[in-house]
Protein backbone atom coordinates (compact mmCIF):
# COMPACT_ATOMS: atom_id res chain seq x y z
CA UNK A 1 0.00 0.00 0.00
CA UNK A 2 3.00 2.58 0.89
CA UNK A 3 3.76 3.52 -2.78
CA UNK A 4 -0.14 4.10 -3.27
CA UNK A 5 0.62 7.32 -1.25
CA UNK A 6 2.35 9.37 -3.77
CA UNK A 7 -0.97 9.32 -5.50
CA UNK A 8 -2.67 11.42 -2.00
CA UNK A 9 -1.40 14.82 -3.96
CA UNK A 10 -3.61 13.66 -6.63
CA UNK A 11 -6.67 12.82 -4.51
CA UNK A 12 -6.68 16.12 -2.83
CA UNK A 13 -6.45 17.59 -6.15
CA UNK A 14 -9.37 16.08 -7.53
CA UNK A 15 -11.59 15.52 -3.64
CA UNK A 16 -14.43 17.17 -5.23
CA UNK A 17 -15.08 14.01 -7.47
CA UNK A 18 -14.35 11.69 -4.42
CA UNK A 19 -16.93 13.20 -2.05
CA UNK A 20 -19.73 13.73 -4.83
CA UNK A 21 -18.33 10.04 -6.12
CA UNK A 22 -19.34 8.95 -2.61
CA UNK A 23 -22.56 10.74 -1.83
CA UNK A 24 -23.66 8.97 -5.41
CA UNK A 25 -22.58 5.95 -3.65
CA UNK A 26 -24.81 6.16 -1.59
CA UNK A 27 -27.70 7.34 -3.19
CA UNK A 28 -27.84 4.26 -5.62
CA UNK A 29 -27.56 2.10 -2.97
CA UNK A 30 -30.39 3.35 -0.93
CA UNK A 31 -32.43 3.06 -4.12
CA UNK A 32 -31.43 -0.34 -4.48
CA UNK A 33 -32.80 -0.85 -1.07
CA UNK A 34 -36.58 0.45 -1.31
CA UNK A 35 -37.44 -1.82 -3.95
CA UNK A 36 -36.64 -4.84 -1.92
CA UNK A 37 -39.00 -3.38 1.01
CA UNK A 38 -41.73 -2.57 -1.15
CA UNK A 39 -41.50 -6.32 -2.08
CA UNK A 40 -41.71 -7.32 1.29
CA UNK A 41 -44.64 -4.96 1.53
CA UNK A 42 -46.71 -6.55 -1.22
CA UNK A 43 -45.65 -10.26 -0.37
CA UNK A 44 -47.14 -9.80 3.10
CA UNK A 45 -49.89 -8.01 1.77
CA UNK A 46 -50.61 -11.04 -0.94
CA UNK A 47 -50.40 -13.33 1.96
CA UNK A 48 -52.74 -11.34 4.57
CA UNK A 49 -55.58 -11.00 2.01
CA UNK A 50 -55.20 -14.36 0.71
CA UNK A 51 -56.88 -15.48 3.54
CA UNK A 52 -59.71 -12.95 3.29
CA UNK A 53 -59.99 -13.74 -0.36
CA UNK A 54 -60.43 -17.05 -0.16
CA UNK A 55 -63.18 -16.60 2.85
CA UNK A 56 -64.80 -14.15 0.26
CA UNK A 57 -65.35 -16.85 -2.11
CA UNK A 58 -69.02 -17.26 -3.52
CA UNK A 59 -69.64 -13.39 -2.49
CA UNK A 60 -69.34 -10.86 -5.61
CA UNK A 61 -67.99 -8.63 -3.46
CA UNK A 62 -64.44 -10.87 -4.40
CA UNK A 63 -64.44 -9.85 -7.77
CA UNK A 64 -64.56 -6.38 -6.50
CA UNK A 65 -61.55 -6.97 -4.19
CA UNK A 66 -59.99 -9.14 -6.92
CA UNK A 67 -59.74 -5.36 -8.86
CA UNK A 68 -58.43 -3.42 -6.28
CA UNK A 69 -55.72 -6.56 -4.99
CA UNK A 70 -54.28 -6.17 -8.54
CA UNK A 71 -54.52 -2.46 -9.04
CA UNK A 72 -52.11 -2.30 -5.70
CA UNK A 73 -50.13 -4.60 -6.96
CA UNK A 74 -49.19 -2.98 -10.34
CA UNK A 75 -48.73 0.23 -8.05
CA UNK A 76 -46.00 -1.56 -6.38
CA UNK A 77 -44.44 -2.84 -9.78
CA UNK A 78 -44.68 0.56 -10.80
CA UNK A 79 -42.67 2.18 -7.16
CA UNK A 80 -39.92 -0.76 -7.69
CA UNK A 81 -39.46 0.02 -11.18
CA UNK A 82 -39.40 3.84 -10.19
CA UNK A 83 -36.70 3.01 -7.10
CA UNK A 84 -34.82 1.03 -10.03
CA UNK A 85 -34.37 3.80 -12.50
CA UNK A 86 -33.41 6.50 -9.95
CA UNK A 87 -30.83 3.99 -9.08
CA UNK A 88 -29.66 3.03 -12.24
CA UNK A 89 -29.48 7.79 -12.54
CA UNK A 90 -27.54 7.81 -9.27
CA UNK A 91 -24.80 4.95 -10.63
CA UNK A 92 -24.07 6.25 -13.98
CA UNK A 93 -22.67 9.83 -11.85
CA UNK A 94 -21.12 7.54 -9.55
CA UNK A 95 -19.34 6.50 -13.15
CA UNK A 96 -19.44 9.71 -14.08
CA UNK A 97 -17.61 11.08 -11.35
CA UNK A 98 -15.34 8.11 -9.73
CA UNK A 99 -14.19 7.13 -13.26
CA UNK A 100 -13.47 10.21 -14.86
CA UNK A 101 -11.36 11.06 -11.75
CA UNK A 102 -9.57 8.42 -12.27
CA UNK A 103 -8.96 9.30 -15.98
CA UNK A 104 -7.73 12.66 -14.49
CA UNK A 105 -5.40 11.14 -12.28
CA UNK A 106 -3.93 8.51 -15.31
CA UNK A 107 -3.52 11.78 -17.12
CA UNK A 108 -1.58 13.76 -14.41
CA UNK A 109 0.44 10.83 -13.45
CA UNK A 110 1.17 9.88 -17.26
CA UNK A 111 2.62 13.70 -17.88
CA UNK A 112 4.39 13.33 -14.07
CA UNK A 113 6.25 10.32 -15.62
CA UNK A 114 7.33 11.95 -18.73
CA UNK A 115 8.26 15.63 -17.81
CA UNK A 116 11.02 13.30 -15.73
CA UNK A 117 12.14 10.84 -18.64
CA UNK A 118 13.16 14.45 -20.42
CA UNK A 119 14.84 15.41 -17.28
CA UNK A 120 16.58 12.26 -16.55
CA UNK A 121 19.90 12.58 -17.96
CA UNK A 122 21.72 10.21 -21.00
CA UNK A 123 22.86 7.55 -18.64
CA UNK A 124 19.77 6.66 -17.00
CA UNK A 125 18.27 5.73 -20.75
CA UNK A 126 21.69 3.80 -21.09
CA UNK A 127 20.88 1.93 -17.96
CA UNK A 128 17.13 0.86 -18.74
CA UNK A 129 15.95 -0.63 -22.20
CA UNK A 130 13.48 1.19 -23.90
CA UNK A 131 10.12 -1.59 -23.45
CA UNK A 132 11.11 -1.27 -19.95
CA UNK A 133 10.75 2.91 -20.19
CA UNK A 134 7.43 2.39 -22.06
CA UNK A 135 5.55 0.14 -19.64
CA UNK A 136 6.00 2.30 -17.23
CA UNK A 137 4.13 5.25 -18.75
CA UNK A 138 1.58 2.47 -20.37
CA UNK A 139 0.87 -0.58 -18.40
CA UNK A 140 1.47 0.54 -15.02
CA UNK A 141 0.00 4.06 -14.92
CA UNK A 142 -3.38 2.02 -16.31
CA UNK A 143 -2.87 -0.43 -13.51
CA UNK A 144 -3.17 2.47 -10.89
CA UNK A 145 -5.68 3.91 -13.00
CA UNK A 146 -7.51 0.44 -11.82
CA UNK A 147 -7.04 1.54 -8.38
CA UNK A 148 -7.49 5.23 -8.61
CA UNK A 149 -10.83 4.18 -10.38
CA UNK A 150 -12.74 1.65 -10.52
CA UNK A 151 -11.15 0.27 -6.63
CA UNK A 152 -11.87 3.17 -5.10
CA UNK A 153 -15.49 2.79 -6.62
CA UNK A 154 -16.38 -0.74 -5.69
CA UNK A 155 -15.41 0.13 -2.29
CA UNK A 156 -16.88 2.84 -1.24
CA UNK A 157 -19.81 0.78 -3.19
CA UNK A 158 -18.92 -2.21 -0.60
CA UNK A 159 -18.61 -0.36 2.51
CA UNK A 160 -21.96 2.09 2.13
CA UNK A 161 -24.10 -1.49 0.77
CA UNK A 162 -22.95 -3.24 3.60
CA UNK A 163 -23.55 -1.28 6.18
CA UNK A 164 -27.17 0.11 4.58
CA UNK A 165 -28.08 -3.93 3.78
CA UNK A 166 -26.66 -5.68 7.13
CA UNK A 167 -28.49 -2.64 9.35
CA UNK A 168 -31.51 -3.21 7.71
CA UNK A 169 -31.04 -7.03 7.96
CA UNK A 170 -30.28 -6.86 11.97
CA UNK A 171 -33.57 -4.47 12.13
CA UNK A 172 -35.73 -7.66 10.89
CA UNK A 173 -33.56 -10.77 12.96
CA UNK A 174 -30.04 -11.00 13.85
CA UNK A 175 -29.63 -14.77 14.27
CA UNK A 176 -31.92 -15.12 11.10
CA UNK A 177 -29.11 -12.44 9.49
CA UNK A 178 -26.08 -14.14 10.55
CA UNK A 179 -27.16 -17.58 8.45
CA UNK A 180 -27.38 -15.41 5.49
CA UNK A 181 -24.13 -13.82 5.87
CA UNK A 182 -22.05 -17.23 6.56
CA UNK A 183 -21.27 -17.77 2.61
CA UNK A 184 -20.41 -14.27 1.85
CA UNK A 185 -16.37 -14.53 3.30
CA UNK A 186 -15.82 -17.60 1.58
CA UNK A 187 -17.21 -15.72 -1.55
CA UNK A 188 -14.45 -12.72 -0.92
CA UNK A 189 -11.53 -15.17 -0.46
CA UNK A 190 -11.99 -17.55 -2.95
CA UNK A 191 -12.73 -14.46 -5.43
CA UNK A 192 -9.59 -13.31 -4.67
CA UNK A 193 -7.56 -16.67 -4.78
CA UNK A 194 -9.14 -17.32 -8.44
CA UNK A 195 -7.74 -13.60 -9.29
CA UNK A 196 -4.44 -14.10 -7.56
CA UNK A 197 -3.89 -17.01 -10.46
CA UNK A 198 -5.87 -14.97 -13.52
CA UNK A 199 -3.71 -12.13 -12.34
CA UNK A 200 -0.32 -14.37 -12.72
CA UNK A 201 -1.30 -15.95 -15.35
CA UNK A 202 -2.46 -12.91 -17.84
CA UNK A 203 1.13 -11.29 -16.84
CA UNK A 204 2.67 -14.27 -18.07
CA UNK A 205 0.48 -13.93 -21.29
CA UNK A 206 1.21 -10.19 -21.51
CA UNK A 207 5.25 -10.81 -21.47
CA UNK A 208 4.71 -13.46 -24.34
CA UNK A 209 2.34 -11.49 -26.23
CA UNK A 210 5.35 -8.65 -25.51
CA UNK A 211 7.84 -11.14 -26.79
CA UNK A 212 5.79 -12.16 -29.66
CA UNK A 213 5.08 -8.58 -30.64
CA UNK A 214 9.04 -7.72 -30.40
CA UNK A 215 9.64 -10.66 -33.07
CA UNK A 216 7.11 -9.87 -35.85
CA UNK A 217 8.32 -6.28 -35.30
CA UNK A 218 11.75 -7.05 -36.10
CA UNK A 219 10.80 -9.75 -38.99
CA UNK A 220 9.01 -6.78 -40.77
CA UNK A 221 12.06 -4.50 -40.22
CA UNK A 222 14.72 -6.64 -40.77
CA UNK A 223 12.97 -8.09 -43.93
CA UNK A 224 15.17 -7.40 -46.98
CA UNK A 225 17.83 -9.23 -44.84
CA UNK A 226 15.63 -12.32 -44.24
CA UNK A 227 14.29 -12.03 -47.83
CA UNK A 228 18.13 -11.75 -49.05
CA UNK A 229 18.88 -14.60 -47.09
CA UNK A 230 16.33 -16.45 -48.21
CA UNK A 231 15.48 -17.14 -43.96
CA UNK A 232 11.89 -16.86 -44.42
CA UNK A 233 11.14 -20.74 -43.15
CA UNK A 234 13.34 -20.04 -40.17
CA UNK A 235 11.71 -17.26 -39.43
CA UNK A 236 8.22 -19.09 -39.70
CA UNK A 237 9.44 -21.70 -37.36
CA UNK A 238 10.19 -19.68 -35.03
CA UNK A 239 6.92 -17.49 -34.92
CA UNK A 240 5.20 -20.88 -34.65
CA UNK A 241 7.48 -21.68 -31.71
CA UNK A 242 6.37 -18.03 -29.86
CA UNK A 243 2.95 -18.69 -31.04
CA UNK A 244 2.48 -21.63 -29.67
CA UNK A 245 4.15 -20.62 -26.05
CA UNK A 246 1.40 -18.10 -26.52
CA UNK A 247 -1.14 -20.36 -27.34
CA UNK A 248 -0.52 -22.40 -24.01
CA UNK A 249 -0.77 -19.28 -21.57
CA UNK A 250 -4.05 -18.69 -23.14
CA UNK A 251 -5.31 -22.38 -22.54
CA UNK A 252 -3.96 -21.73 -18.89
CA UNK A 253 -5.87 -18.93 -17.93
CA UNK A 254 -8.87 -20.07 -20.07
CA UNK A 255 -9.21 -22.85 -17.68
CA UNK A 256 -9.12 -20.37 -14.63
CA UNK A 257 -11.21 -18.26 -15.82
CA UNK A 258 -14.02 -20.14 -16.07
CA UNK A 259 -14.16 -21.44 -12.59
CA UNK A 260 -15.13 -18.13 -11.72
CA UNK A 261 -19.03 -17.27 -13.22
CA UNK A 262 -19.45 -20.86 -11.70
CA UNK A 263 -17.86 -20.58 -8.34
CA UNK A 264 -19.64 -16.97 -7.65
CA UNK A 265 -22.64 -18.38 -8.68
CA UNK A 266 -22.24 -21.24 -6.19
CA UNK A 267 -21.88 -19.02 -3.54
CA UNK A 268 -24.67 -17.13 -4.54
CA UNK A 269 -27.17 -20.07 -4.33
CA UNK A 270 -25.42 -21.31 -1.49
CA UNK A 271 -26.54 -18.22 0.58
CA UNK A 272 -30.13 -17.81 -1.33
CA UNK A 273 -30.63 -21.57 -0.05
CA UNK A 274 -29.55 -20.53 3.79
CA UNK A 275 -31.83 -17.88 3.08
CA UNK A 276 -35.22 -19.79 2.28
CA UNK A 277 -34.14 -22.59 4.54
CA UNK A 278 -33.44 -20.48 7.91
CA UNK A 279 -36.24 -18.21 6.60
CA UNK A 280 -38.77 -20.80 6.35
CA UNK A 281 -37.83 -22.45 9.82
CA UNK A 282 -38.18 -18.91 11.45
CA UNK A 283 -41.43 -18.21 9.78
CA UNK A 284 -42.87 -21.23 11.02
CA UNK A 285 -42.05 -20.09 14.34
CA UNK A 286 -43.77 -17.14 13.94
CA UNK A 287 -40.32 -14.73 14.12
CA UNK A 288 -40.31 -13.17 10.48
CA UNK A 289 -42.98 -13.21 7.73
CA UNK A 290 -42.39 -14.42 3.86
CA UNK A 291 -42.13 -11.20 3.11
CA UNK A 292 -39.13 -10.61 5.29
CA UNK A 293 -37.56 -13.93 3.36
CA UNK A 294 -38.16 -12.36 -0.12
CA UNK A 295 -36.48 -9.03 0.71
CA UNK A 296 -33.97 -11.07 2.09
CA UNK A 297 -33.49 -12.79 -0.88
CA UNK A 298 -33.13 -9.74 -2.98
CA UNK A 299 -30.56 -7.94 0.20
CA UNK A 300 -28.23 -11.29 -0.67
CA UNK A 301 -28.24 -10.96 -4.06
CA UNK A 302 -27.30 -7.33 -3.64
CA UNK A 303 -24.36 -8.13 -1.05
CA UNK A 304 -22.91 -10.34 -3.97
CA UNK A 305 -21.59 -8.13 -6.01
CA UNK A 306 -19.74 -6.36 -3.42
CA UNK A 307 -18.47 -8.95 -1.39
CA UNK A 308 -17.09 -10.51 -5.07
CA UNK A 309 -15.67 -6.95 -5.46
CA UNK A 310 -13.77 -7.17 -1.82
CA UNK A 311 -11.54 -9.90 -3.66
CA UNK A 312 -11.70 -8.09 -6.62
CA UNK A 313 -10.38 -4.67 -5.38
CA UNK A 314 -7.51 -6.73 -3.00
CA UNK A 315 -5.97 -7.82 -5.77
CA UNK A 316 -6.03 -4.71 -7.80
CA UNK A 317 -4.81 -3.07 -4.91
CA UNK A 318 -1.84 -4.93 -5.06
CA UNK A 319 -1.35 -4.75 -8.76
CA UNK A 320 -1.41 -1.30 -8.47
CA UNK A 321 0.80 -0.94 -5.41
CA UNK A 322 3.59 -3.16 -7.26
CA UNK A 323 3.02 -0.48 -10.73
CA UNK A 324 3.54 2.77 -8.50
CA UNK A 325 6.32 0.98 -6.67
CA UNK A 326 8.31 0.63 -9.75
CA UNK A 327 6.81 4.30 -11.19
CA UNK A 328 8.18 5.56 -8.32
CA UNK A 329 11.54 4.11 -8.14
CA UNK A 330 12.14 6.42 -11.51
CA UNK A 331 10.34 9.19 -10.09
CA UNK A 332 12.32 9.33 -7.27
CA UNK A 333 15.96 8.90 -9.25
CA UNK A 334 17.97 11.05 -8.29
CA UNK A 335 20.58 11.22 -10.80
CA UNK A 336 18.24 14.15 -12.71
CA UNK A 337 20.42 15.77 -15.60
CA UNK A 338 22.57 18.18 -14.19
CA UNK A 339 21.55 21.66 -15.35
CA UNK A 340 24.77 23.01 -14.40
CA UNK A 341 25.43 26.35 -12.45
CA UNK A 342 22.99 29.47 -12.82
CA UNK A 343 25.24 31.60 -15.36
CA UNK A 344 24.62 32.75 -18.77
CA UNK A 345 26.42 31.32 -21.34
CA UNK A 346 29.06 33.69 -22.40
CA UNK A 347 32.39 33.24 -24.94
CA UNK A 348 34.59 35.56 -25.72
CA UNK A 349 38.15 33.01 -26.17
CA UNK A 350 38.55 29.52 -26.26
CA UNK A 351 37.42 26.21 -25.36
CA UNK A 352 40.15 24.37 -23.73
CA UNK A 353 40.00 20.72 -22.58
CA UNK A 354 42.39 19.86 -19.62
CA UNK A 355 43.78 16.81 -19.40
CA UNK A 356 40.39 15.60 -19.70
CA UNK A 357 39.58 11.38 -18.97
CA UNK A 358 36.52 9.58 -19.44
CA UNK A 359 34.74 6.29 -19.61
CA UNK A 360 31.62 5.34 -19.99
CA UNK A 361 31.17 3.64 -16.57
CA UNK A 362 32.77 3.40 -13.58
CA UNK A 363 36.06 2.03 -13.31
CA UNK A 364 35.22 1.03 -17.37
CA UNK A 365 38.31 1.32 -19.89
CA UNK A 366 39.07 5.09 -20.46
CA UNK A 367 37.24 6.38 -23.44
CA UNK A 368 38.95 9.67 -23.63
CA UNK A 369 42.95 9.13 -22.37
CA UNK A 370 44.67 12.82 -21.29
CA UNK A 371 42.81 15.20 -23.91
CA UNK A 372 44.39 18.26 -24.27
CA UNK A 373 43.36 20.64 -26.64
CA UNK A 374 42.14 23.86 -27.53
CA UNK A 375 39.39 26.07 -29.94
CA UNK A 376 39.77 29.63 -30.04
CA UNK A 377 36.48 31.60 -30.70
CA UNK A 378 35.74 31.57 -34.81
CA UNK A 379 38.04 28.82 -35.58
CA UNK A 380 37.22 25.25 -37.14
CA UNK A 381 38.96 22.39 -35.10
CA UNK A 382 38.78 18.92 -36.45
CA UNK A 383 39.11 15.32 -35.40
CA UNK A 384 40.09 12.66 -37.71
CA UNK A 385 40.76 8.94 -36.68
CA UNK A 386 39.99 5.63 -36.67
CA UNK A 387 36.62 4.32 -35.65
CA UNK A 388 35.89 3.78 -32.02
CA UNK A 389 39.26 6.18 -31.53
CA UNK A 390 36.65 8.06 -29.22
CA UNK A 391 35.82 11.09 -31.58
CA UNK A 392 32.29 11.29 -30.91
CA UNK A 393 32.99 11.04 -27.20
CA UNK A 394 34.49 14.42 -27.37
CA UNK A 395 31.62 15.69 -28.52
CA UNK A 396 29.34 14.18 -26.23
CA UNK A 397 31.51 15.61 -23.61
CA UNK A 398 31.50 19.25 -25.13
CA UNK A 399 27.40 19.10 -25.78
CA UNK A 400 27.51 17.87 -21.64
CA UNK A 401 25.29 14.92 -22.73
CA UNK A 402 28.15 13.18 -20.27
CA UNK A 403 30.48 14.79 -17.88
CA UNK A 404 33.89 14.18 -17.42
CA UNK A 405 35.36 11.68 -15.32
CA UNK A 406 38.51 13.47 -14.23
CA UNK A 407 40.04 16.96 -15.63
CA UNK A 408 37.86 19.72 -17.13
CA UNK A 409 36.42 21.39 -20.57
CA UNK A 410 37.06 25.30 -19.93
CA UNK A 411 35.27 28.14 -21.45
CA UNK A 412 37.21 31.70 -21.08
CA UNK A 413 38.51 29.56 -17.99
CA UNK A 414 35.61 28.95 -16.63
CA UNK A 415 34.17 25.02 -16.22
CA UNK A 416 31.97 24.70 -18.92
CA UNK A 417 29.97 23.02 -16.05
CA UNK A 418 29.30 26.57 -14.05
CA UNK A 419 27.06 27.70 -17.25
CA UNK A 420 23.10 27.05 -17.03
CA UNK A 421 22.61 23.92 -19.53
CA UNK A 422 19.76 25.34 -20.87
CA UNK A 423 21.70 28.59 -22.17
CA UNK A 424 24.58 27.22 -23.08
CA UNK A 425 22.26 24.21 -25.29
CA UNK A 426 20.80 27.60 -26.87
CA UNK A 427 24.10 28.70 -28.39
CA UNK A 428 25.28 25.30 -29.65
CA UNK A 429 23.97 23.26 -32.73
CA UNK A 430 24.93 19.32 -32.77
CA UNK A 431 24.09 17.18 -35.54
CA UNK A 432 25.18 13.36 -34.08
CA UNK A 433 26.75 10.84 -36.09
CA UNK A 434 23.73 8.58 -36.32
CA UNK A 435 20.65 10.88 -37.59
CA UNK A 436 17.82 10.79 -36.29
CA UNK A 437 14.40 12.14 -38.12
CA UNK A 438 10.79 12.38 -36.20
CA UNK A 439 8.02 10.99 -38.20
CA UNK A 440 6.74 14.02 -39.31
CA UNK A 441 7.34 16.86 -42.40
CA UNK A 442 10.47 18.14 -43.70
CA UNK A 443 10.09 21.47 -42.57
CA UNK A 444 9.22 20.30 -38.81
CA UNK A 445 12.04 18.27 -38.65
CA UNK A 446 14.50 20.88 -39.76
CA UNK A 447 12.71 23.46 -37.61
CA UNK A 448 12.52 21.50 -34.88
CA UNK A 449 11.68 23.64 -31.84
CA UNK A 450 11.74 26.92 -33.58
CA UNK A 451 8.40 28.39 -34.24
CA UNK A 452 6.95 31.02 -36.35
CA UNK A 453 6.28 33.60 -33.08
CA UNK A 454 9.61 33.14 -32.59
CA UNK A 455 10.88 33.83 -35.88
CA UNK A 456 8.59 35.28 -38.38
CA UNK A 457 11.29 34.69 -41.61
CA UNK A 458 11.70 30.94 -40.55
CA UNK A 459 10.58 30.16 -43.75
CA UNK A 460 13.25 31.56 -45.65
CA UNK A 461 15.81 30.48 -43.34
CA UNK A 462 14.57 26.92 -43.48
CA UNK A 463 15.30 27.03 -47.19
CA UNK A 464 18.92 28.81 -46.73
CA UNK A 465 19.77 26.03 -44.43
CA UNK A 466 18.83 23.31 -46.42
CA UNK A 467 20.65 25.29 -49.50
CA UNK A 468 23.87 25.11 -47.46
CA UNK A 469 23.22 21.48 -46.59
CA UNK A 470 22.92 20.85 -50.45
CA UNK A 471 19.67 19.31 -49.90
CA UNK A 472 17.29 22.14 -51.30
CA UNK A 473 17.01 20.92 -54.61
CA UNK A 474 15.96 17.27 -53.28
CA UNK A 475 13.77 18.96 -51.69
CA UNK A 476 11.98 20.73 -53.98
CA UNK A 477 12.00 17.97 -56.36
CA UNK A 478 9.16 15.82 -54.05
CA UNK A 479 5.87 16.86 -54.93
CA UNK A 480 4.98 18.18 -51.76
CA UNK A 481 8.08 19.62 -50.79
CA UNK A 482 8.88 21.15 -47.49
CA UNK A 483 5.60 19.46 -46.46
CA UNK A 484 6.92 16.17 -47.20
CA UNK A 485 6.13 13.75 -44.60
CA UNK A 486 8.76 11.03 -43.10
CA UNK A 487 9.20 8.06 -41.42
CA UNK A 488 6.94 5.81 -40.86
CA UNK A 489 3.93 7.78 -42.27
CA UNK A 490 5.61 9.61 -45.26
CA UNK A 491 8.48 8.35 -47.64
CA UNK A 492 12.04 6.82 -46.77
CA UNK A 493 15.23 9.23 -47.58
CA UNK A 494 18.30 7.86 -48.37
CA UNK A 495 20.86 7.79 -45.53
CA UNK A 496 22.73 10.85 -47.23
CA UNK A 497 19.67 12.85 -47.52
CA UNK A 498 18.56 12.21 -43.48
CA UNK A 499 22.42 13.40 -43.27
CA UNK A 500 22.04 16.69 -44.99
CA UNK A 501 18.53 17.50 -43.30
CA UNK A 502 20.35 16.85 -39.89
CA UNK A 503 22.34 18.85 -41.17
CA UNK A 504 20.12 21.84 -41.95
CA UNK A 505 18.48 21.01 -38.50
CA UNK A 506 21.88 22.52 -36.92
CA UNK A 507 22.62 25.15 -39.70
CA UNK A 508 18.87 27.20 -39.33
CA UNK A 509 19.71 27.61 -35.48
CA UNK A 510 22.46 29.89 -36.71
CA UNK A 511 24.85 29.14 -33.71
CA UNK A 512 27.56 30.37 -32.48
CA UNK A 513 29.35 27.09 -31.65
CA UNK A 514 28.49 24.19 -34.10
CA UNK A 515 29.62 20.28 -33.63
CA UNK A 516 29.42 17.71 -36.47
CA UNK A 517 29.85 14.41 -35.88
CA UNK A 518 30.84 12.28 -39.27
CA UNK A 519 27.81 13.87 -40.56
CA UNK A 520 28.93 13.60 -44.32
CA UNK A 521 29.91 9.81 -43.82
CA UNK A 522 27.10 8.92 -46.36
CA UNK A 523 27.26 11.35 -48.92
CA UNK A 524 28.80 11.29 -51.90
CA UNK A 525 32.04 12.97 -53.14
CA UNK A 526 30.67 15.36 -55.18
CA UNK A 527 28.04 16.31 -53.02
CA UNK A 528 30.51 16.63 -50.21
CA UNK A 529 32.75 18.62 -52.22
CA UNK A 530 29.94 20.94 -52.76
CA UNK A 531 28.62 21.04 -49.26
CA UNK A 532 32.18 21.65 -48.10
CA UNK A 533 32.14 24.70 -50.03
CA UNK A 534 29.18 26.02 -48.35
CA UNK A 535 30.85 25.89 -45.33
CA UNK A 536 33.21 28.40 -46.25
CA UNK A 537 30.56 30.81 -45.93
CA UNK A 538 28.71 28.46 -42.87
CA UNK A 539 31.89 28.74 -40.44
CA UNK A 540 32.20 32.01 -41.38
CA UNK A 541 32.84 33.77 -37.63
CA UNK A 542 31.30 30.48 -36.16
CA UNK A 543 33.13 28.03 -33.60
CA UNK A 544 33.45 25.10 -35.49
CA UNK A 545 34.10 20.99 -34.48
CA UNK A 546 34.26 18.89 -37.45
CA UNK A 547 34.83 15.25 -36.67
CA UNK A 548 35.32 12.98 -39.57
CA UNK A 549 37.12 9.73 -40.59
CA UNK A 550 37.63 11.61 -44.67
CA UNK A 551 40.36 13.49 -44.65
CA UNK A 552 38.65 15.23 -47.24
CA UNK A 553 35.95 16.79 -44.71
CA UNK A 554 38.79 18.05 -42.49
CA UNK A 555 41.86 19.44 -44.60
CA UNK A 556 40.19 23.12 -44.45
CA UNK A 557 40.35 23.23 -40.83
CA UNK A 558 42.56 25.51 -38.60
CA UNK A 559 43.90 22.64 -36.90
CA UNK A 560 43.45 19.24 -37.19
CA UNK A 561 43.85 16.49 -34.81
CA UNK A 562 44.33 12.68 -35.22
CA UNK A 563 42.98 10.68 -32.54
CA UNK A 564 43.86 6.94 -31.82
CA UNK A 565 42.50 5.02 -28.65
CA UNK A 566 41.55 7.90 -26.91
CA UNK A 567 44.27 9.79 -27.03
CA UNK A 568 45.28 12.87 -29.54
CA UNK A 569 48.62 11.12 -31.78
CA UNK A 570 49.20 14.35 -34.35
CA UNK A 571 47.89 17.46 -34.32
CA UNK A 572 48.46 20.73 -36.78
CA UNK A 573 47.22 22.10 -39.89
CA UNK A 574 46.55 19.92 -42.65
CA UNK A 575 49.98 21.37 -44.50
CA UNK A 576 51.58 20.50 -41.31
CA UNK A 577 50.61 17.01 -41.01
CA UNK A 578 51.23 16.22 -44.50
CA UNK A 579 54.55 17.72 -43.95
CA UNK A 580 55.15 15.43 -40.88
CA UNK A 581 54.84 11.88 -42.66
CA UNK A 582 53.02 10.33 -39.67
CA UNK A 583 49.36 9.11 -39.51
CA UNK A 584 47.86 11.80 -41.04
CA UNK A 585 49.75 11.99 -44.11
CA UNK A 586 49.43 7.75 -44.54
CA UNK A 587 45.80 7.89 -43.68
CA UNK A 588 45.14 11.02 -46.81
CA UNK A 589 47.55 8.72 -49.08
CA UNK A 590 45.30 5.84 -48.99
CA UNK A 591 41.81 7.61 -49.22
CA UNK A 592 43.52 9.72 -52.01
CA UNK A 593 43.75 5.82 -53.90
CA UNK A 594 40.37 4.88 -52.74
CA UNK A 595 38.93 7.79 -54.38
CA UNK A 596 41.13 6.87 -57.42
CA UNK A 597 40.37 3.56 -57.74
CA UNK A 598 36.27 4.68 -57.25
CA UNK A 599 36.20 7.55 -60.12
N1 LIG B 1 27.34 4.86 -25.01
C1 LIG B 1 28.45 4.14 -24.89
N2 LIG B 1 28.60 3.27 -23.88
C2 LIG B 1 29.71 2.53 -23.73
N3 LIG B 1 30.74 2.58 -24.54
C3 LIG B 1 30.67 3.43 -25.59
C4 LIG B 1 29.52 4.25 -25.81
N4 LIG B 1 29.73 4.98 -26.92
C5 LIG B 1 30.95 4.63 -27.35
N5 LIG B 1 31.52 3.71 -26.56
C6 LIG B 1 32.85 3.12 -26.74
O1 LIG B 1 33.78 4.17 -26.68
C7 LIG B 1 34.77 4.02 -27.67
C8 LIG B 1 34.85 5.28 -28.51
O2 LIG B 1 33.64 5.40 -29.24
P1 LIG B 1 33.32 6.67 -30.11
O3 LIG B 1 33.58 7.89 -29.32
O4 LIG B 1 31.96 6.49 -30.66
O5 LIG B 1 34.39 6.54 -31.26
P2 LIG B 1 34.36 7.12 -32.73
O6 LIG B 1 33.35 8.19 -32.80
O7 LIG B 1 35.75 7.61 -32.92
O8 LIG B 1 34.08 5.97 -33.63
C9 LIG B 1 34.42 2.79 -28.46
O9 LIG B 1 35.27 1.74 -28.04
C10 LIG B 1 32.99 2.50 -28.10
O10 LIG B 1 32.79 1.11 -28.04
MG1 LIG C 1 31.81 8.33 -33.97
New binding site residues.
Given amino acids: MKPLRHLTKYFRKYQAYLWWGFLFVTLSNLFGIFPAQAVRVAFDMVQDNMVLYKCLNGFTIQEDMYDIFIGVLFFFAIIILGFNLIKGVFMYFMRQTLVVMSRHIEFDLKNEIFTKYQELPLAFYRRNNTGDLMARISEDVSRVRMYSGPAIMYSMNLITTAILIIWMMLSVNAVFTFYVLIPLPFLSVSIYYVNSIINKRSDSIQSQLSSLTTFVQESFSGIRVIKAYGAEHVMLRDFDGESEKYKQRNMLLAKVDSLFFPLMMLLIGLSTLITVYAGGMAVIKGSISMGNIAEFIIYVNMLTWPFTALGWVTSIVQRASASQRRINEFLQEKESADAGGAKTFEFRREIAFKDVKFSYSKNGRLVANGLDFTLKKGQTLAIIGP?GSG??TVASLLTRLYGVSSGAILIDGENIDAFSLYSYRQHIAFVP?DVFLFSDTIFNNIAFGLSHEKIPDIDLKVKEAARMAAVHTTIEDFTKGYQTEIGERGISLSGGQKQRISLARALVRDPEILIL??CLSAIDTVTESQILSNFKTVFNGRTVLI?SHRVSAVQGADQILMMEDGAIVERGTHAELMAGKGAYAALYQKQLKEEGRKS
Fill in positions: TKSQDDI
